[in-house]
């Protein structure tokens, strides 16, 4: 069965500091995995996705993220945050490694963004 | 384009009574998916339509969840006797066939008194 833990339920950083969501997936075939954006009373946004292409990803935003199957782990980074990434992130994994299929979510985090 | 819609937005309702929640799907995509998200227990899966084929309802959590996806667009959510841990906000995704992104719509908050 597939699972997502995300590390830190809230993670705080000044404008312009390095921002660092992680994720760690659990999965018996090879996973599909995505991270999605949430602002307040709004829907989720993607981010970006890691569906067995090139390892490191790129999104929207200025964001990316590595799959790294050694250490089961898919991070979000960004090298410089922005008031405006201020919101809440979840990474998730595909149900079957296939598209279509329901989307299994992390607990969250939340990004504060100091100035 | 248009995006995902869902009505209402928000839906007060006192604890036994029925509600019925609306999706309206991206133009042209055949899955739909309906998501809880609540406080302790995070985003959950309910329920999945692919085209015509039977709807995966693995993630229902209770007799009192139904839905329905009428010509293969609009969806409706159905919680019958609504109890207060049913308050959450359900959300609303759709794809299509066999894509990997599923785009998500504002979501109906929902509050059991």
């Known amino acids: 069965a597939q699972s997502v833990t995300q590390l830190g339920s809230h993670v705080s950083v000044s404008e312009g500091a390095l921002v660092l969501l992680r994720c760690n997936y659990s999965?018996?075939?090879?996973?599909?995995l995505f991270w999605y954006v949430q602002y307040p009373n709004q829907g989720l946004q993607l981010l970006l996705k890691y569906t067995s292409a090139a390892t490191l990803v790129k999104g929207i935003n200025g964001f990316e993220a590595e799959f790294k199957k050694s250490e089961t782990s898919f991070h979000l980074t960004k090298p410089s945050a922005h008031m405006s990434d201020a919101a809440e992130y979840f990474c998730a994994v595909s149900a079957f490694n296939q598209a279509g299929t329901a989307l299994i979510f992390g607990k969250g985090t939340t990004l504060s963004v100091s100035s | 384009g248009a995006g995902v819609s869902q009505s209402p937005s928000n839906k007060v309702t006192e604890k036994g009574k029925d509600v019925e929640l609306r999706c309206d799907p991206i133009?042209?995509?055949?899955?739909l998916y309906w998501y809880r998200q609540s406080l302790g227990q995070g985003l959950e899966f309910l329920i999945y339509f692919q085209g015509n084929s039977a709807p995966d309802k693995s993630g229902l959590p209770s007799d009192r969840f139904s839905a329905e996806r009428t010509g293969g667009s609009v969806s409706t959510l159905t919680i019958q006797r609504t109890q207060q841990e049913d308050s959450a906000v359900y959300l609303c995704a759709s794809s299509f066939k066999g894509a990997d992104t599923q785009y998500f719509g504002p979501g109906t908050r929902l509050t059991v008194l």
């Open positions: 999965s018996s075939v090879p996973p599909y």
């Open positions: 133009s042209g995509h055949t899955a």
